[in-house]
């Protein structure tokens, strides 16, 4: 199984079991990470599941769509590796996936 580890912004981690085929944000709730509320249920329609790819994944994970980076357009402290986790499928590929949230979602 896929494990991902969401770290809080003051550091608390949580690595976690994730299905494939599932977002990182579905990971996220279904294993009550704090800090991804998901608001718009996973749709890209807004951006409270925003995370921080660490940068040795960042080409694994995929580029951000247009739709996707409008949204973000709307996020709060937002870096070149800030992701919205909705967007990112789990897959295999994924194992070892590190992401961090953002101070304003803790």
């Known amino acids: 199984m896929t494990k991902i580890t969401f770290i809080e912004h003051d550091g608390t981690e949580h690595t976690v079991e994730a299905v494939n085929g599932l ?38 994970t995929g580029e951000r769509s247009s739709m996707e980076q409008s ?13 919205l986790s909705c967007q990112i499928k789990v897959s295999d590929e994924l194992d070892g996936l590190v992401v961090r949230l953002p101070e304003q979602q803790g």
């Open 71 to 83: 949204m973000l357009d709307f996020a709060s402290d937002v870096e070149a590796t800030s992701r």
């Open 23 to 60: 977002t990182v944000m579905e990971t996220a709730i279904r294993n009550m990470v704090p800090g991804i509320d998901a608001d718009c249920g996973g749709a890209c329609a807004c951006a409270t599941c925003h995370v921080y790819v660490d940068t040795a994944w960042e080409d694994k």
